[in-house]
């Protein structure tokens, strides 16, 4: 008797994955507005490298801190609650921009960042375990990954809002120039600053209008109760001491912190790459950004369906060489094949933070719930690598015959090292 096929999403519950799908664009969206947006700040506000870097520390920072105290409320609530909450907290973090620009403040800036990302720690605690939990739990890596491939697809639409409508129309004046400017015109450059930031502030204040959108169609929305308890079946504590114990689960927290870590520094730096190696424009440098997001969803929508016939740990495992590789092609050769190679890393990620977050869960029932929060508080690498490279790009004088942004990608190669590791001990299990 032939076996009935199972599938990845059950008709009735199609239209719910569908609405929480759109999450995941949603936040991607954010992701990689805010990205280029660290070569910005620099330029406008005069600040190092590992002072403008502080955008993805207080931007990873939100999920650190929100996490744990997200995946708490789901538990005592429900999804829905989760997801409306974080919509509340991502628009009110956008619309912060309004003021920030208008004090002029940079550590404004920075708290707008933190508040939108502790809203994006909800959605994202709450949609990954909803979407696994959409179906059978042998499909359940394959609907996440299905789910996931639409978040670049955001990522793709902020980078380039990120080019078109905020690089594109900064004033062009470089760093020396505002420099030179400040010093016989302090009142003309503090105008051309709050232009920029006008600039910048723009697209966020519409961002914060389309997620009070999505907060609404939310609202008004029925999801299913999937999964989801009002009563735990053992206390938060418990689930604590067993996740702890749950040799995998601690390892694929690790790997994701990693993870986490290399993708922010590759689509970060990238602009400063280009810029200080081959001289480009910021704007000319985000479109190479944008054609690795390219490559990156291509080539989610690739290795989904080829996970119909390999393991998941045995790909991640060899795009984790495959980055490895590309990335000491940025570090050791010179002139566009260098840039070239960055841009190539995105073929290699674009698979490893569905995987890993399937791994991670696979099998652990309603402890999954607070185990995605650990899985959501690994995106702190995200928070304190982008400025430790920021740091490496303003003090490194190793070797003479490398510059101090190239040999800063030895952290993208460290990250690497560690996920191909995790992913050839996870293989053997």
Same mark, same amino acid.
């Given at each position: 008797m032939k076996t009935p096929k199972i599938p990845v999403v059950p008709r009735s519950l199609i239209f719910p994955f569908i609405l929480v799908t759109s999450l995941f664009s949603?936040?991607? *969206?954010?992701?990689?507005? @805010? +990205?280029?947006?660290?070569?910005?700040?620099k330029n406008i506000l005069l600040i190092t490298n590992f002072e403008s870097s502080l955008v993805q520390f207080a931007f990873y920072g939100g999920y650190c801190f929100m996490a744990i105290p997200? !995946?708490? *409320?789901?538990?005592?609530?429900?999804?829905?609650?989760?997801?409306?909450?974080?919509?509340?907290?991502?628009?009110?973090?956008?619309?912060? *921009?309004?003021?920030?620009?208008?004090?002029?403040?940079?550590?404004?800036?920075?708290?707008?960042?933190?508040?939108? @990302?502790?809203?994006?720690?909800?959605?994202?605690? @709450?949609? +990954?375990p909803f979407i696994l939990s959409m179906g059978a739990e042998e499909t359940s890596t394959r609907r996440l990954n299905l789910s996931q491939a639409f978040n670049p697809i955001g990522s793709l639409t902020g980078m380039?809002?990120?080019?078109? *409508?905020?690089?594109?129309?900064?004033?062009?004046?470089?760093?020396?120039?505002?420099?030179?400017?400040?010093?016989? +015109?302090?009142? !003309?450059?503090? !105008?051309?600053?709050?232009?920029?930031?006008?600039?910048v502030s723009g697209p966020y204040l519409l961002l914060g209008v389309v997620v009070l959108v999505f907060f609404v169609v939310f609202a008004i929305s029925r999801l299913p109760k999937v999964a989801v308890e009002k009563q735990l079946s053992s206390s938060t504590g418990a689930i604590v001491q067993r996740l702890l114990g749950n040799k995998l689960y601690v390892r694929s927290?690790?790997?994701?912190?990693?993870?986490?870590?290399?993708?922010? =520094?590759?689509?970060?730096?990238?602009?400063?790459?280009?810029? $200080?190696?081959?001289? =480009?424009?910021k704007v000319t440098a985000q479109g190479y950004n944008m054609v690795a997001m390219v490559i990156f969803v291509t080539s989610r929508f690739i290795c989904?369906?080829?996970?119909?016939?390999? $393991?998941?740990?045995?790909?991640l495992t060899n795009l984790a060489i495959g980055g490895a590789v590309f990335t000491a092609g940025a570090i050791f050769i010179h002139g566009m094949v260098g840039l070239y190679c960055i841009v190539?890393?995105?073929?290699?990620m674009s698979l490893m933070f569905p995987t890993i977050y399937g791994i991670a869960?696979?099998?652990?029932?309603?402890? !999954? $719930?607070?185990?995605?929060?650990?899985?959501?508080?690994a995106i702190g690498g995200g928070c304190l690598m982008p400025p430790l490279q920021g740091l490496l790009i303003d003090k490194a004088i190793w070797f003479d015959a490398l510059s101090s942004v190239r040999i800063s990608f030895v952290l993208p190669l460290i990250c690497f090292a560690v996920i191909a590791a995790f992913g050839r001990w996870t293989a053997r299990q």
């Open positions: 949603l936040w991607g *969206f954010a992701n990689d507005i @805010t +990205n280029p947006m660290v070569a910005a700040f997200a !995946a708490i *409320f789901i538990q005592k609530f429900d999804y829905k609650k989760g997801i409306l909450t974080g919509l509340a907290l991502y628009s009110a973090g956008c619309l912060l *921009f309004i003021p920030a620009g208008n004090a002029m403040a940079f550590w404004v800036f920075l708290i707008a960042y933190f508040v939108m @990302t502790c809203g994006l720690a909800f959605l994202e605690t @709450t949609s +990954n380039l809002i990120a080019k078109e *409508f905020i690089l594109a129309r900064l004033n062009p004046a470089t760093e020396a120039e505002r420099i030179a400017l400040g010093q016989s +015109n302090p009142e !003309a450059l503090s !105008a051309l600053q709050q232009f920029d930031l006008d600039i927290v690790i790997a994701q912190a990693f993870y986490v870590g290399v993708q922010i =520094m590759v689509w970060t730096f990238i602009i400063q790459y280009a810029e $200080k190696e081959l001289e =480009m424009s989904t369906f080829l996970l119909k016939y390999f $393991k998941p740990s045995v790909l190539a890393i995105s073929a290699c869960l696979k099998g652990l029932g309603d402890d !999954a $719930k607070l185990a995605s929060a650990g899985l959501i508080l």
